[in-house]
């Protein structure tokens, strides 16, 4: 590989707002936003998730390769300008793919997509073979919706269940009658799966072993994932020993500002507090953390943002990659967004998706919904 011909010259940006399809996040007499980080000094849980900005990426190369990236949404333009200022004139050749000269940041994520992008796409291989290699071609994912009135959800699911999805995601806090709901889903939706993420919401052990008691009567919820605090490790662990359900911890690296980091896994199954994981993090950490899960015999998924097609074909890279992620992963948004912004869908057969094809990430941009959908553009060389 050239080394010169491998320096970032360029960094064009478009940010989008790219809204749900109507109806699809939660019942229309609820109202109770997701994006659990504060904005602009508002609270936590106070914005909807697609009313945030997403910030995509074109990184051009000396050569004219070309690496896409995605950010999280609600991105932060000075650090955004400050790293990209950095990185100009830097060769992704000399790069350690595995530890870029980035501080861990919410926008860390984003510039690695477009690194290994480019570095993929000139080596002319898939994204995964960066990581190890595919070990499958197909990637279990799960339905989705937020919160919903018992009346909706059972018909609500069942659509689901006749597309070919055999699990759905819930958000859920202790407003909600997650009994009556798998009551319903049970009814309507036979064989169907679930998973709870109540995001922290069921608060404590003594809100969450009444619920988990009536849950197991009706045998239909897969794991619960976040069911209490966070530092509540000990309590996680009592709530493994007090059911048979298995009990998730979601580390996701892009929440910096809530201080998670990988070595929250380790500790877990040091306190042998989880039966597995949904994990967020890039690339490169992603792949350590699975490699964890999978030394200490533990399953995982690939979590997410609800997100846009470029960060989506990325997660399918990472989770055929891992050998330990075999639940169900949260690769839905293209169910949820009104566009995916790419020029071919991801292949969807519910309840998989298929890995992309091709150099790289192997997608290409739909141009005409990226300007549809554009509501600013920047260019940094």
């Known amino acids: 590989m050239d080394i010169n011909a491998k320096t970032i010259v360029r960094f064009d940006y478009e940010e989008v707002i790219v809204p749900a399809h109507p109806g699809v996040i939660n019942s229309e007499s609820l109202n109770k936003p997701l994006h659990m980080l504060p904005v602009?000094?508002?609270r936590a849980w106070s914005v909807q998730f697609d009313e945030l900005p997403k910030l995509i990426l074109r990184m051009t190369l000396k050569d004219g390769t070309v690496g896409l990236a995605e950010f999280y949404r609600d991105h932060n333009w000075s650090i955004i300008e400050n790293i990209s200022s950095m990185l100009l004139g830097q060769s992704i050749a000399e790069m350690p793919l595995q530890d870029l000269p980035i501080a861990l940041c919410r926008e860390y994520d984003g510039f690695e997509c477009a690194i290994w992008d480019a570095y993929a796409k000139s080596l002319d291989v898939p994204l995964h073979r960066l990581l190890g290699g595919a070990v499958r071609s197909h990637v279990k994912i799960s339905a989705w919706s937020s919160h919903r009135t018992v009346s909706e959800i059972g018909p609500w699911v069942r659509q689901y269940r006749e597309q070919g999805f055999d699990c759905i995601k819930f958000k859920c806090d202790l407003e909600d009658d997650v009994v009556a709901w798998c009551k319903e889903i049970h009814k309507h939706a036979p064989g169907m799966k679930?998973?709870?993420?109540?995001?922290?919401?069921w608060e404590n052990a003594g809100n969450a072993r009444p619920i988990i008691r009536d849950l197991e009567k009706i045998g239909n919820v897969l794991l619960l994932e976040d069911p209490i605090q966070r530092w509540m490790i000990q309590d996680y662990a009592n709530l493994r020993q007090f059911s048979a359900i298995p009990i998730a911890l979601h580390v996701s690296l892009p929440?910096?500002?809530?201080?998670?980091?990988?070595?929250?896994a380790v500790n877990a199954v040091a306190h042998g507090a989880v039966d597995g994981f949904n994990f967020n993090g890039g690339l490169a950490k992603f792949k350590a953390m699975a490699d964890m899960a999978a030394m200490s015999g533990l399953p995982c998924w690939h979590g997410s943002e609800v997100d846009l097609g470029i960060l989506e074909a990325m997660y399918v890279h990472q989770s055929a990659a891992a050998a330990s992620c075999t639940w169900p992963s949260d690769i839905f948004g293209r169910m949820i967004r009104s566009h995916d912004l790419l020029k071919t869908p991801l292949i969807v057969s519910p309840?998989?998706?298929?890995?992309?094809?091709?150099?790289?990430?192997?997608?290409?941009?739909?141009?005409?919904?990226?300007r549809r959908f554009k509501v600013s553009e920047r260019t940094i060389r």
């Open 351 to 370: 309840p998989h998706i298929r890995l992309p094809e091709g150099p790289g990430l192997g997608i290409e941009l739909d141009e005409e919904a990226v």
């Open 255 to 264: 929440y910096v500002f809530q201080g998670q980091r990988p070595y929250e």
């Open 40 to 42: 602009a000094g508002k």
């Open 194 to 201: 679930v998973i709870f993420d109540p995001n922290q919401r």
